[in-house]
Structures are given as structure tokens and as C-alpha cells.
């Protein structure tokens, strides 16, 4: 089957963007950075021709072959063709040869520590592929939180890599102002970064949700954290402080448990708190299934260390549970704008006051706070220029091809 070919009839002659990452549809449990593709896919189809390289299995822990797709083979998936490799095969050389016949225009890279990555950029380095433009989205990577984790790791690979020269001439891609600092932080100031904040769906969940979001009585909440449980998301900071709350809190955690040895720690901080608090892991969640789960709480909750973008934002807003996050984040001045809170990882006491305000307030007071959470995500959605920002972003790097 040979739809990587670009002379294919059924792409026609369009732009082609070649794309190549860990994870991609029919997965789901590798969190944001892989919907920000499915979603520029699904929106900026009709002006460019995505190709797309990936992994044959869904997530770093499940290695289970997809059982839906051809594997080493191209597929139709949505507005793409997609490859999916299997282990053994993914290397340069089999990379170089993809490449030689799908024939790019540019190549779009969304994670700097991929394998996918290091092997393009080796590639480019030593000649074997031409001068295809490349357009590189760390996605939040370079945050001061994600470097802390595999510290020594990630600075040798940081190090070798500019002193091997394959950072030069690359189109770097930040989603919010925050991230280009953290992009010039870590790899200079006389880099080409461009701003497109990452694409959310084309729809957003039907109105008709909202009317089911639970009942809200005074002195109880439930809230949920929706994304893949290890140590970047801090979820275990705040298991500690939660034995300040008045009143009855629930919180589920939804998405794969990536980091075993991070959840059994959290099992054990679990077991330290009173009577009032409930914490339950329930598993990860289709992305289909995103909008119902959402529905079912009142709030969302994540401590993050640090994100570029967070497509969960979107979804928890779009179905009106507010936010309570860290300010480690794009999502800022949540409270003023009366759709959540963005606050300090070192002031532990605001976030206990935000969810003892949650757990205080009436059906009234939460469905204003719910309803304003919908209609703004909804009126942000309807910005033209963040779908303008993405095709500029396309469109600048291909013009050098």
C-alpha cells in the first residue's frame, strides 16, 4: 500500500507535512501532545497533506501491537496517512528510506527527546536527507519542571546534541510566550521560535452536556484530574495538604498510571488522610469518553509542574468544571476571570482555601461558576487566529523547502 508516495491521486499535490511521533490515533493514552497532531490533522487538512510516522502500540507501558491497522504499512486514519512502525523497525535507516518516499515538504517533529527526533536530526546532520525544513515542538519539554525529571539524562543529550551541530537552521514551535523563554533558555536566544498555541478540536462538546453535571450541595465536592499519573504532573504535593479540608472532598484520578513506583508512593500518602477526603485511581479513559467523564464532576484539579499548552484545560472548561491548577501554565488569571484559579506550588494555603470555596458553595453558585467556564472555552475556541497562527507556522517552513 503505498499512500506515503506523492504522487498518490487521492492527496493529489497539496503541501505535504511529514510528520513523525511516538504515539498517534487509534491510541489515547499518551496525553496531550499527541491530540495537538490528531487536531491539526483534522483542522489544517484542507490545506496541507499530512503523512504521519509512529509507533505501532498505544503509550509507553502498553506494548501491544495495534490490532485495528496494518503494521510497517500505511494507512488511512481520519485526514492522514499514517505508518506505524513496530520496535525492531524503528531506526535510521528505515526512517531515511520513509522519508525518501514520502518526499516532504517539511517535517514536523513534536518532541525533542523522541527517538523519531534524534534520528532526523542525525539524519539531516550527516546528509542523508536533503535540506527538508524542520519544524520542532518540544511541548513543554524545556520547563524548568519537565528538565528536573531525568535531569542528567536529558543535559547529556542537550549538550552532545549542539556540540554535534544538529540544532542548527531548525523552525522551532512554542505554544504560548512562556515556552519561547523556555526554548531560548535551553537552546540560545538566536533561535528561529515561532508562536501558534496548540489546536483544539473542531468541536468542542454539545451544549446539551452541561445539563447533566452533578447537583452541588454545600460542604461537598467532587473533583476529578484527568491525565497521565507521574511525577510532572505533582500529583503527590498535594495529597499531603489535603488533610486541611473542611468538608467532604472527592477526587478521581483518570488517565494510565505511567509512573508505578510515583503511584505507589501516592497509595501510601493516600492512606494518611482522614475520613473526609476520598482519592480513587479509576484508569485510563478513551478520548471519546473524555466528555462524559467530565460531565460527572463539578471541578478539575491538576498541580502541574509545568505545561506548554494543556488540551485538558479545554475540555474541562468546555465541560464546565473550572480549574484549579498550578501557575505553571499558559492558563492564567483563571480567578479573575471567574473560571477557576491559577496558583503557587509554594503556597500550599491558597490552594486549600480554592477547594474549601468549592466545597462551600450552593447549586446557584456553582452552576454561575460552571456556566462562565463553558462559555468562555467556547468563545475562545472561536478565535480565528489560532488556527491562523498554526497554518502561518506550516506555511513559513515550507516556503523554505
Not at 490545506?47 to 490490532?67: A, C, E, K, S, V
Not at 460542604?219 to 468538608?247: D, E
Not at 467556547?378 to 516556503?399: C, F, G, M, Y
Amino acid at each position: 500500500m503505498s499512500l506515503g508516495n506523492n504522487e498518490d491521486e487521492h492527496f493529489g499535490r497539496r503541501t505535504v507535512i511529514l510528520i513523525l511521533c511516538d504515539y498517534y490515533l487509534p491510541g489515547y493514552e499518551s496525553g496531550g501532545s499527541m491530540r495537538t497532531l490528531v487536531n491539526m490533522v483534522d483542522r489544517l487538512s484542507d490545506t496541507f497533506d499530512f503523512r504521519i510516522i509512529t509507533r505501532d502500540h498505544d503509550g509507553r507501558l502498553n506494548r501491544t501491537p495495534y490490532q485495528t491497522v496494518k503494521i510497517n504499512d500505511w494507512n488511512r486514519i481520519g485526514n492522514a496517512s499514517v505508518y506505524y512502525l513496530s520496535p525492531n523497525n524503528i531506526n535510521r535507516r528505515n526512517v531515511a528510506s520513509l522519508i525518501d518516499e514520502v518526499k516532504p515538504h517539511a517535517i514536523y517533529l513534536n518532541s525533542f527527546f523522541s527517538p523519531f527526533t534524534v534520528a532526523v536530526l542525525m539524519l539531516r546532520r550527516f546528509g542523508r536527507m536533503g535540506a527538508i525544513p524542520i519544524i520542532l515542538a518540544p511541548e513543554g519539554e524545556f520547563s524548568g519542571g519537565a528538565l528536573k525529571l531525568k535531569a542528567l539524562k536529558k543535559q547529556l543529550y542537550i549538550k552532545a546534541a549542539k556540540s554535534l551541530g544538529l540544532l542548527s537552521n531548525i523552525n522551532w514551535k512554542a505554544a504560548a510566550e512562556s515556552e519561547v523563554e523556555h526554548i531560548t533558555r535551553v537552546i540560545g536566544r538566536d533561535e528561529h521560535v515561532m508562536i501558534a498555541p496548540n489546536l483544539p478540536p473542531v468541536m468542542t462538546f454539545n451544549d446539551s452536556e452541561q445539563f447533566r453535571k452533578p447537583s452541588k450541595s454545600v460542604g461537598a465536592v467532587k473533583m476529578i484530574f484527568l491525565s497521565r499519573f507521574m511525577p510532572i504532573k505533582n500529583f503527590n504535593w498535594l495529597v499531603p495538604h489535603l488533610r486541611s479540608v473542611t468538608g467532604k472532598l472527592t477526587i478521581h484520578i483518570w488517565g494510565p498510571i505511567e509512573d508505578k513506583e510515583y503511584w505507589s508512593e501516592t497509595v501510601t500518602l493516600i492512606e494518611t488522610l482522614p475520613d473526609n477526603v476520598t482519592i480513587e485511581s479509576k484508569g485510563p479513559v478513551s478520548h471519546d469518553r473524555v466528555p462524559h467523564t467530565l460531565n460527572d464532576y463539578h471541578y478539575f484539579i491538576l498541580p502541574t509542574l509545568g505545561e506548554n499548552f494543556g488540551h485538558v484545560y479545554v475540555e474541562a472548561l468546555a465541560a464546565g468544571c473550572p480549574v484549579i491548577t498550578s501557575d505553571q501554565t499558559p492558563w492564567r488569571d483563571l480567578e479573575q476571570k471567574g473560571i477557576g484559579w491559577d496558583l503557587a506550588l509554594d503556597r500550599p494555603d491558597e490552594w486549600i482555601r480554592a477547594i474549601n470555596e468549592c466545597i462551600e458553595m450552593d447549586q446557584d453558585q456553582y452552576r454561575e461558576h460552571s456556566s462562565r467556564a463553558r462559555q468562555y472555552v467556547v468563545e475562545w475556541l472561536s478565535d480565528p487566529e489560532v488556527e491562523a497562527s498554526n497554518r502561518e507556522v506550516l506555511k513559513i517552513a515550507t516556503q523554505e523547502h
